[in-house]
């Protein structure tokens, strides 16, 4: 393909939308603070530090990259050990030691 036949600043392989397989990890991050905040996207945002928006188009990209709801990647996630969410994770609490 020819330059004239290359949209303006695309790079060769490049369409714009189209998603890679595999998850960024700010995706993850972001799934993950969804799960921590119990479903609100505000509270998610807040603790990701991004826009609510950010956190919807974030989800957005995942279900289409995946194919799968965001109650489907969470369980997914979740049962494969990729999508932790240290605040839902069992904390291994050493016993105190006597003085």
């Not at 996630?77 to 006597?98: H, M, N, Q, T, Y």
Request: charged letters at 25%.
């Amino acid at each position: 393909m020819g330059r004239r036949d290359q949209a303006a600043g695309m790079r060769d392989g490049y369409l714009r939308g189209a998603l890679s397989p595999q998850p960024a990890p700010r995706q993850l991050d972001v799934l993950a603070a969804v799960v921590a905040a119990g479903g609100f996207v505000s509270d998610a945002a807040e603790l990701v530090g991004i826009r609510p928006g950010a956190v919807k188009r974030h989800l957005a990209d995942l279900r289409a990259r995946s194919g799968l709801t965001t109650e489907e990647l969470i369980g997914t996630g979740r049962a494969g050990d990729w999508l932790l969410v240290p605040s839902l994770e069992p904390r291994d609490i050493a016993p105190e030691r006597g003085s």
